[in-house]
């Protein structure tokens, strides 16, 4: 393949500063999670010293990022390699309206399910919308990051994030992946997740140790996402590596598992993206896991727990955002009546705006479980903030307003409705809707 003439792409004293900056806030946001978050037996999370710069990826696997001038002045374009072929599983979105990468990796995760070598990334343009050149363009993508590494084209997943619609400047593209190989290296996950953010205000990255019956395995990922979060199948962006060794079959299964209480039950504005892609390479170095074993159930309840704490990461990132809500419904019929409810509440804008204005409206809550689509008594239901409850069976509304204000001033709170005495129960993770998403959002092809 013909490379074109690369141009100097400089970073400026400013916008490394700026990254340094969002850097920061990101390693204070990722520890105070870490500190709070209800971590499984098995699992060791990342060291609170820890600032995702040593030893961050599993054995086997390293990762690097360059600037390629895409639409930022910085770097913006990533590459994960796995030393050797990987099983490989994915899950990608359900929006008709895919991108190009969506539709090739897609086809090269069917062709090359244990043998895949890289996954290529870039933000600033999401090659989406785009056509036979669109497709072209993610396909070069892979050939070029193929010859780099000598493997095969279909042993490369592409990924993009960016703005819908327009080409990507290819040329620039290729320059940058003709420097990536330079830019590897195993311990830090830092450029990588800085090169995947679009309006993300900060990185996002964790990894975390699970002990396994035959030794410790290694779960690393990275996530963007800000706005256009209301996934279907998968999140904005997550790439995650493990050096498990376990067949591709059982690793889709696993994702598919874990996805569904993680990336799929998280909400910012209610839009699914048109590149949505959730990916995972697993190097085979670490212990066997198989169907159906222990070790199998704890590799599932880590993995969850690993994309939970990304998913909120995207939450607590939600443009314009300035609070954390989970969202509960217990005592449905079924999980998914109690989802219905969940998800209706988690994205109502009217809910969204009175907990941005820490206002205890809470006639919009029911309201909306009321439309969700779940079956319900409304005699019987039940409103909570935290342990203050609001409304009580019979739309007894005795509470108090400070206590209720107090709460929705946190950064962080639960809503927890009970519909009745069923079985059913899920949590979605939403976020307040401010008017800086209108101004983030009526600017952003600027």
């Not at 990608?92 to 070598?117: E, G, W």
């Not at 990507?168 to 997740?193: F, K, M, N, Y």
């Not at 800085?194 to 035959?214: E, H, N, R, W, Y």
Request: hydrophobic share 45%; with cysteine.
């Amino acid at each position: 393949m013909k490379q074109p003439d690369c141009r100097s792409n400089l970073i400026t004293i400013n916008q490394a500063c700026t990254a340094l900056e969002k850097f920061h806030k990101g390693l204070k946001v990722i520890r105070e999670l870490s500190a709070v978050t209800p971590w499984p037996a098995s699992v060791t999370p990342m060291p609170a010293a820890s600032d995702g710069t040593l030893n961050f990826w599993p054995a086997g696997f390293s990762a690097g990022a360059v600037s390629a001038a895409i639409k930022y002045d910085r770097k913006d374009l990533m590459l994960l390699v796995a030393d050797r072929p990987s099983s490989a599983a994915a899950l990608f979105t359900r929006n008709l309206c895919c991108a190009a990468p969506v539709l090739l990796s897609r086809d090269h995760l069917q062709r090359s399910p244990s043998s895949v070598r890289a996954v290529v990334c870039n933000s600033g343009n999401a090659n989406a919308a785009t056509g036979d050149k669109g497709m072209a363009d993610a396909l070069a993508m892979a050939e070029a990051v193929a010859q780099e590494l000598a493997v095969k084209p279909e042993e490369v997943l592409v990924a993009s994030t960016g703005v819908i619609g327009q080409l990507l400047p290819i040329e620039r593209v290729l320059c940058g992946i003709s420097t990536l190989p330079s830019s590897l290296q195993h311990d830090s996950a830092l450029d990588a997740a800085q090169a995947i953010m679009t309006t993300d205000t900060f990185p996002k990255f964790f990894m975390l140790d699970v002990q396994l019956s035959g030794g410790v395995v290694r779960l690393s990922g990275i996530a963007k996402g800000s706005g256009m979060i209301c996934p279907d199948m998968a999140t904005m962006l997550a790439i995650l590596a493990t050096d498990a060794s376990i067949t591709p079959d059982l690793l889709q299964k696993a994702l598919r598992l874990a996805n569904k209480k993680s990336f799929n039950a998280i909400t910012v504005d209610g839009d699914t993206s048109t590149n949505d892609m959730v990916s995972i390479l697993a190097s085979g170095t670490g212990p066997e896991i198989t169907a159906e074993s222990n070790d199998f159930h704890l590799f599932c309840e880590a993995l969850q727990a690993l994309m939970t704490f990304l998913a909120k990461l995207i939450v607590i990132d939600g443009e314009g955002a300035s609070k954390l809500v989970t969202i509960t419904v217990e005592g449905a019929t079924d999980d998914r009546d109690a989802e219905l409810a969940a998800r209706t509440i988690a994205q109502s804008n009217l809910v969204k705006t009175a907990i941005h204005g820490e206002d205890a409206n809470w006639g919009r809550i029911i309201a909306a479980a009321g439309r969700s689509g779940a079956q319900f008594n409304q005699e019987e239901l039940e409103l909570r903030f935290n342990e203050l409850t609001l409304l009580k069976p019979g739309f007894i509304a005795s509470y108090s307003e400070a206590e209720a204000s107090e709460i929705m001033a946190k950064n962080s709170y639960t809503i927890t409705l009970r519909l009745g005495s069923g079985p059913g129960r899920a949590t979605v993770w939403s976020c307040d809707l401010s008017k800086e998403y209108v101004e983030i959002n009526g600017s952003y092809r600027s």
